[in-house]
């Protein structure tokens, strides 16, 4: 038995697999302690932004995350850990942040209510305008601070004494580079369908275009591809994990066309004519002019932030307003500039006199946010300039898109499902194992089984690691299908093999004789399954190429491996 062993040891099939088993562990690269609880977005325009934390790259590996491990030196285990200490930090506080990647230091904000009295106040405020000056023969563009006197609302900023969320979006550190489905790690899946169809080019450009619109809110950790069904139907799959169903609905069933006219003629649209558009709290926020305001039973609080338009669109604005009359005692001209989203007007601004027929680069946009209460108002108003901003700096999407089909998924159920396949792949294997040993009687064929279907899945899981494949309810149903699969093979090798001790045909002849059998079985598998990964919209696309690696690594890889075994421990 000892001289079988080493024979088993050195020979090259054997070598091979334990090769790539060390490279499946590699990849895999699990971390059975991961301190602290990893990053998944920081917020635009949060006190976590301006302390110079990144938002995490979607491309990097699991484990390689940052992960915070102290709060003002006390130390992060866990999400729970964060919430409560997080949740009791004051307005105006100093945080020091410890992470695995650096140390950071932010300052808490305090919610902030503006609140406007029945009166008015003269407010002098500054305003950056566009200038044309003729310098040896050509007129060049020259931005110029102006000063100008205002009759506003006054307004009072009242303390809430509450503290605004820092912006830090975290989860359970991750202990391996194997990267988790929606259906086990939470969040929302989308189906939507494009209103018209398109061509692989225009499809790819939908697909970036909606990539950078949700980077650019603030969430990374997400997934889209593109799918269709049988039947040839265009579909755009979105995964994101930790976002809610409001926010996909926003900003994936509009198509975010944004214009700005003046009378009915448009002088400048989102994405195209949009050089910059501020974030910064200095320059974004809500209105300090406007503030809050009744209205009935609602609320009403207004935004604003700053934009940079091109030359060209700037050029299209002064030619829109050289004709106008004034109005209001000469301070406004005759028409406002309309702000429209998705073919509806949301806002509109009248026009300074001084703008007239000035090509001015520098905009302000504003717009408004209801609620029952002001802290609602806020928050409405602050979501819908986001909203805006993201527009502005995108562009529209090319195409109208309709939702099919949304889901929402609790991270809860996706543990509690993947600990149970767990205990239920073990016991699989267990079982497996006693049913052959009782069939055969024989330890050297039951034992080397089921020390090759777990070698299977190692490799499985390593390939998935590597590739960046993301392991849902679909792909680990594929796993569990690849092994009984596997299995089903090697007892047609255990079975030829131990048939053929009898009959005169040699160990080559048998083995020919059950690769023949299994290489039927694999190619009808792989011709069934091929039409699944089109099939339902590509929603069952991860159990039919986890199938077909699973079934591809056990033909080319370990089922050769299991034959020479089975060679070495059963010939005489």
């Given at each position: 038995m000892k001289y079988k062993a080493k024979k088993i040891i050195k020979n090259a099939r054997v070598i091979i697999l334990l090769v790539l088993l060390a490279l499946a562990v590699v990849a895999i690269?699990?971390?059975?302690?991961?301190?602290?609880i990893?990053?998944?977005?920081?917020?635009?325009?949060?006190?976590?932004?301006?302390?110079?934390?990144?938002?995490?790259?979607?491309?990097?590996?699991?484990?390689?995350?940052?992960?915070?491990?102290?709060?003002?030196n006390r130390p992060i285990t866990s999400v729970e850990d964060y919430y409560d200490y997080v949740n009791t930090l004051k307005p105006n506080q100093s945080v020091q942040i410890k992470s695995n990647k650096g140390l950071y230091r932010l300052t808490t904000r305090e919610v902030i209510e503006i609140i406007e009295l029945n009166e008015t106040e003269t407010k002098t405020i500054e305003e950056v305008v566009t200038i044309n000056e003729t310098v040896n023969g050509s007129i060049i563009q020259k931005n110029k601070t102006v000063i100008k006197t205002i009759e506003a609302p006054k307004t009072i900023e009242v303390q809430t004494g509450i503290t605004e969320d820092i912006g830090i979006r975290i989860f359970k550190a991750p202990k391996t580079n194997i990267r988790k489905g929606l259906d086990l790690q939470g969040g929302t899946r989308v189906l939507l369908q494009p209103e018209v169809p398109l061509s692989p080019q225009d499809l790819q450009t939908l697909i970036d275009n909606m990539n950078e619109r949700l980077n650019v809110y603030g969430l990374s950790d997400l997934i889209i591809r593109d799918a269709s069904d049988l039947t040839g139907n265009q579909y755009i799959l979105v995964e994101i994990a930790g976002a809610n169903e409001e926010e996909i609905r926003e900003l994936l069933a509009k198509q975010g066309k944004f214009e700005a006219k003046i009378a009915n003629k448009t002088v400048f649209i989102g994405g195209k004519d949009i050089v910059f558009v501020c974030r910064a709290a200095d320059c974004a926020g809500i209105d300090p002019n406007a503030g809050c305001t009744q209205s009935g039973r609602d609320n009403v609080c207004r935004f604003r932030f700053s934009i940079t338009i091109t030359p060209e669109a700037a050029q299209r604005q002064a030619d829109a307003t050289r004709t106008l009359s004034l109005v209001d005692d000469g301070r406004y001209l005759s028409e406002p500039i309309e702000l429209h989203l998705d073919d509806t007007k949301v806002d509109e601004l009248n026009i300074g006199a001084d703008l007239q027929g000035s090509a001015t680069t520098e905009i302000q946009i504003s717009g408004s946010g209801i609620g029952l209460s002001q802290q609602e108002a806020i928050i409405n108003a602050l979501n819908n300039m986001k909203r805006l901003q993201t527009v502005l700096i995108t562009g529209s999407l090319p195409v109208k898109l309709d939702i099919v089909k949304i889901d929402a998924i609790s991270p809860l159920l996706g543990e509690e499902f993947l600990k149970n396949a767990f205990i239920a792949g073990l016991f699989a294997l267990i079982s497996v194992g006693i049913v052959v040993f009782i069939r055969y009687r024989k330890l050297v064929v039951a034992v080397p089984m089921v020390i090759i279907s777990i070698s299977e899945v190692m490799l499985l899981l390593g390939l998935a690691a590597l590739i960046g494949w993301n392991i849902d309810l679909a792909a680990v149903a594929g796993i569990i299908i690849a092994v009984g699969t596997g299995i089903d093979h090697q007892i047609v090798i255990t079975?030829?093999?131990?048939r053929g001790q009898q009959a005169i045909y040699n160990w080559r002849e048998r083995i020919k004789r059950a690769f023949f059998i299994i290489m039927a079985s694999y190619f009808t598998v792989l011709v069934a399954l091929i039409p699944l990964i089109f099939a339902g919209a590509g929603l069952l696309k991860g159990f039919a190429i986890t199938t077909i690696f699973g079934a591809s690594i056990g033909v080319f890889i370990s089922r050769p491996v299991f034959a020479r075994v089975i060679e070495i421990l059963l010939k005489d």
């Open positions: 690269n699990p971390r059975p302690v991961a301190d602290g990893a990053i998944r977005s920081i917020l635009t325009n949060s006190a976590a932004a301006e302390a110079d934390l990144q938002q995490p790259s979607p491309t990097k590996s699991p484990v390689n995350r940052e992960r915070i491990l102290e709060i003002n079975d030829e093999t131990l």
